[in-house]
């Protein structure tokens, strides 16, 4: 028996479940360079399991109800698309099932309060609600705004894990960006 080819197998064993490793860790980029990246797939992932998220104004006169978050990165865009399913219910009307949808457009930013990234600018880009003739009246468009403030400023959409930031050790994380289809988190020194 050929002892280089003994050698050969372990080796070329080792060698593709290393690759497999790496290729299936989210932060490879925090292990080999300047930067994490962030698929669509990922943030999308993390949305779901925190949605339908209902909300109560007024004692309960009107309500809220923001279910099936859709993300997209367009491949040239510098900003995410979130397109919700919308509930609106008034006078103890259900909001539970969608009576439309919205759909807005944000940057994102980095909240060491939260370890999370969040909307950054979001702008509601298009409202569709048939029962409201399609668009939204002031009331609705209002308790809509209030949301989107209320949700930027506390909640996150991707929530960073242990593991990742212990990948990352002292390294500080820097400014965020959308590039190529991707949410990329550059790291400082």
Known sequence: MDPRRTFRFPFAVLLTVAIALLSACSTVGALLGDDVRFTPMQLQHSLDRNFPKHYDKLGGLVSLTLMNPRLAIPPDGDRLRLDFDVGLGALGS???????????????????????LHLLDPRIEQVDVPALGGAMNSSARALLNSWLAQYAREEPVYRFDNSLLDKLGSRRIGTTAIENGHVVVHLDQ
């Open 94 to 116: 259900d909001s539970s099932k969608p009576s439309g949808r919205f759909a807005l457009t944000s940057a994102l930013r980095f909240d060491p309060s939260t370890r999370g």
